[in-house]
């Protein structure tokens, strides 16, 4: 290859593909930023010295603004949100993906307007290179932020309330309509749901695929009943429901902690499932395999949501293009149906 350079300038691309990192490896090596492992930046030495690359002066002048880093905003007010195991997969998928960049995540759980303000710092204080937000309701003020944003932001899960440039989601309509559908097949057909928060798009987006699974049937929607994803609020809501409908014969419940919930509140209420009632969650979590009985559910690539959202980041910090991407969902058939 140097051969073949002898009368040109080679370019950080041929650099990095020689030294066999990504663009941004080479260029913060190139600038002698940190945040780059001592073997990337001794292939990328080499590389240098090899094809007799020289810094463009102006793209080195751009180079040198990067931060070396990328925040990952979750918008929830409680702290538990990190041991909580859907956020811990998707926090492990952004590292992950980050890491292929040698970028270092920033995470930050802000709901509050003190944590709030905190995102707004970071941001304008450009210690980041990009920021990628999860967990928004409608109306979130972290939406203002990032819409204002000079930095590119991705978004893990479409917010309610408007569609963002770039973004990465899950099928959920169609999960939920398949979760539905599966219940439905199995001769149910007073099937409930325990929806989500409807101010979010997950828990709207999820509850919109059972109303359109019930309705091609030609079955009435059950009025839903809402929970916060959590296994407590999952157990109320499925009180509620056999107050409200004792007949019911299927519930489908937007994630896995709330339908093991609902599994703890139908034992305690001599509901046996599924003979009695059939019960589908929605994330293929851990908790679904050791729930009793093995929750049949809807497997989502969790941590392919993070690493997709890093790379896609990484992507338009490059200032490569980006588009909005959706990842697949399947069943999982176990004991509760």
Request: proline share 6%; net charge neutral; charged share 25%.
């Amino acid at each position: 290859m140097a051969e073949e350079l002898a009368d040109r300038h080679a370019t950080l691309d041929e650099v990095a593909a020689l030294a066999g990192v990504s663009r941004s490896v080479a260029s913060r090596v190139i600038n002698n930023a940190p945040h780059v492992s001592r073997g990337k930046r001794e292939s990328v030495e080499r590389a240098i010295r090899k094809l007799g690359y020289v810094p463009n002066p102006k793209a080195r002048a751009l180079a040198t603004r990067q931060a070396g880093a990328a925040a990952l905003v979750i918008s929830r007010d409680d702290p538990e949100v990190l041991t909580d195991p859907f956020f811990a997969q998707v926090i492990a998928g952004v590292a992950g993906g980050l890491e292929e960049a040698d970028l270092h995540m920033m995470l930050c759980v802000a709901a509050t307007a003190r944590g709030r303000e905190r995102v707004e710092q970071l941001v304008r204080s450009r210690v980041v290179d990009g920021v990628m937000l999860m967990a928004l309701h409608e109306g979130d003020p972290l939406a203002r932020i990032a819409k204002e944003s000079r930095l590119p932001v991705v978004f893990g899960g479409r917010p309610v309330d408007f569609e963002p440039r770039w973004y990465v989601d899950i099928d959920n309509v169609g999960g939920a309509r398949d979760a539905t559908n599966h219940l439905l097949a199995c001769g149910r057909t007073r099937v409930a749901t325990i929806c989500g928060p409807l101010d979010t798009e997950v828990g709207a987006s999820r509850h919109r695929g059972y109303r359109e699974a019930m309705m091609l049937a030609g079955l009435t929607p059950l009025p839903p009943q809402e929970g916060d994803f959590s296994e407590a609020d999952g157990a109320a809501a499925m009180a509620r429901l056999l107050e409200a409908h004792p007949d019911l014969d299927g519930v489908f419940a937007a994630n896995d902690n709330m339908a093991a919930g609902a599994l703890r509140a139908l034992r305690a209420a001599g509901r046996p499932v599924p003979e009695d009632v059939a019960v589908v969650g929605f994330d293929d979590l851990a908790i679904a395999q050791i729930a009793d009985p093995a929750l049949t559910t809807i497997r989502q690539p969790i941590r392919d949501l993070g690493r997709e959202m890093a790379r896609m980041l990484v992507a338009l910090i490059a200032g490569r293009t980006a588009s909005p991407l959706i990842l697949p969902t399947h069943l999982v058939k176990r004991s509760s149906t």
